[in-house]
């Protein structure tokens, strides 16, 4: 009785959070009734977690390349964070992708600083792993 109680609540338990295993829970079946002629029986199964919590950060980073020529940087700065070991373990995948990056170079008349200085502006999102936590 009880593996086929099991058995059903693996549509529960194979989901986050339960798939980080650090999530405990427990199950307690209780037989209610049965049925002998219909070969049926009637189970309450109770299940109960403690409290959790989880989280997702999202970064986004927004910068101009100055470089010369204008732009060329951005991959160099992209394979930087692509290899890090900080942004390996951190970032889910796909967590990381460029949200603005226009082909052609351009100038910002109300820098006060260099007006016609030509730069290629882009925005990095990323995305980190989920993390539960637990209240134990």
Do not use: C
Not at 28 to 34: A, G
Not at 57 to 71: F, H, L, N, T
Not at 97 to 110: I, N, V, Y
């Amino acid at each position: 009785m009880s593996i086929l109680l099991s058995n059903a609540l693996t549509t529960i338990t194979n989901k986050l959070p339960f798939t980080t295993n650090q999530l405990v829970y427990n199950v307690k079946f209780t037989p209610v009734s049965t049925n002998l002629v219909e070969s049926k029986l009637t189970s309450k199964a109770e299940f109960s977690n403690p409290a959790w919590a989880s989280e997702e950060i999202s970064v986004e980073i927004k910068g101009r390349d100055y470089g010369s020529p204008a732009g060329s940087a951005i991959d160099e700065f992209a394979r930087h964070i692509g290899t890090s070991e900080y942004f390996k373990n951190f970032l889910a995948n796909e967590g990381f992708r460029f949200t603005e990056r226009p082909p052609q170079a351009r100038t910002d008349p109300g820098d006060l600083v260099n007006p016609n200085a030509a730069f290629v502006p882009f925005t990095v999102q990323l995305e980190s792993k989920e993390r539960i936590f637990a209240n134990e």
